[in-house]
């Protein structure tokens, strides 16, 4: 029996980026003696199915498939895409705006049978426009290459570049949660929990992916709002997963942490005459003010422009207008939950 192994991607309008993505998954090659059966997934997170042709256009060994999630937001997508691979032994997330250079898909199977882990996450490498401020060039928000080294067992992942064994997605189910429809931070969240559950994450620097970086993420105001995102998504995530004044407790002192560790960065920045320090003081103080309104339910909807919601869309249980993050359900216990498996809830 071969080993079945499905790419998933979402997207949502970006039919140009969707099509360098999946010629370069198209141009994938394994080795011949390698016993997979690969598939692409993609879940169109717009109801008008703007991805239809460029899906329909993509040739090459691997099949395509697609369906549409209608419900606006990236956690419904995502369970989507976890529902449609249910059956797969493992699953790869990529994003839709990434380009997987030659090799990248042999050398993630390859870390994943070497390693025996249960989830294998690389490095994202971002390209740069040529034309991009200065100070990107000394932040690595852009650029997770030699983060880690291959080998390394973390805590965490994203869904950017990162096998999935099918195990991990059939036990910590649902996978995605509604919370974070417009925020991001759902994929953190998720693989918090695939932690905790006891899965081994384990660093794949080889299995590198680029992302041409848009010109709208290379301003200043944009590397706070992220900081600013990715802080309060990381608190809301933990007081989630275990509610309680404990949780609470340790969020705000991971707040406080960073933004002590941003003075200190920053004065080491001013005295050594070092830009490095300087971006990490930035991108730590806000997140740290970004764990600190996390703790009270407040994040920054990066993606709701996108979707052209008017904030009046809640879903059921979601921390909408800054509600708190308690212990929040993935639906109410009366409406079927988001995937299709009778015991799916969040711990």
Not at 286 to 301: K, P, W, Y
Request: charged residues 20%; proline residues 6%; hydrophobic residues 40%.
């Amino acid at each position: 029996m071969s080993t079945s192994v499905a790419i998933a991607v979402i997207t949502f309008r970006r039919p140009e980026l969707l099509k360098d993505l999946l010629d370069s998954l198209q141009a994938q090659e394994l080795p011949a003696d390698s016993d997979y059966a690969v598939r692409i997934v993609v879940v169109d997170n717009d109801a008008a199915g703007s991805a239809a042709e460029v899906v329909a256009a993509s040739t090459g060994p691997y099949e395509v498939i697609s369906e549409i999630e209608p419900e606006p937001g990236i956690p419904f997508a995502r369970e989507k895409s976890v529902q449609l691979c249910w059956d797969d032994d493992a699953l790869i997330f990529v994003d839709d705006d990434e380009v997987a250079p030659a090799g990248w898909l042999a050398t993630l199977l390859g870390a994943w049978e070497t390693t025996g882990a249960d989830v294998v996450t690389g490095p994202i490498q971002g390209i740069l426009p040529p034309d991009a401020p200065a100070w990107n060039r000394y932040s690595d928000v852009h650029d997770s290459t030699g983060k880690h080294k291959t080998g390394d067992v973390l805590n965490k992942a994203y869904t950017n570049n990162t096998l999935v064994a099918q195990k991990v997605y059939h036990q910590v189910t649902p996978a995605f949660h509604p919370a974070f429809r417009f925020t991001g931070s759902s994929d953190l969240h998720f693989f918090l929990r695939v932690h905790q559950a006891g899965f081994r994450i384990v660093w794949c620097e080889e299995a590198r992916i680029t992302e041409d970086v848009p010109a709208s993420r290379t301003t200043l105001r944009w590397l706070v709002r992220r900081a600013f995102r990715s802080g309060s998504g990381d608190s809301i995530s933990r007081v989630l997963i275990r509610p309680g004044l404990a949780s609470i407790a340790k969020a705000l002192a991971y707040a406080l942490a960073r933004i002590g560790s941003a003075f200190v960065y920053g004065l080491a920045g001013l005295v050594l005459v070092r830009k490095t320090y300087l971006l990490k003081a930035v991108r730590r103080f806000f997140s740290g003010i970004g764990s600190l309104a996390g703790i009270v339910g407040i994040n920054h909807d990066e993606y709701r422009e996108r979707h052209h919601t008017d904030g009046g869309d809640a879903v059921p249980r979601d921390l909408a207008a800054g509600t708190g993050a308690g212990s929040a359900e993935l639906a109410d216990p009366g409406r079927p939950p988001v995937a299709d498996h009778p015991d799916a809830r969040l711990p």
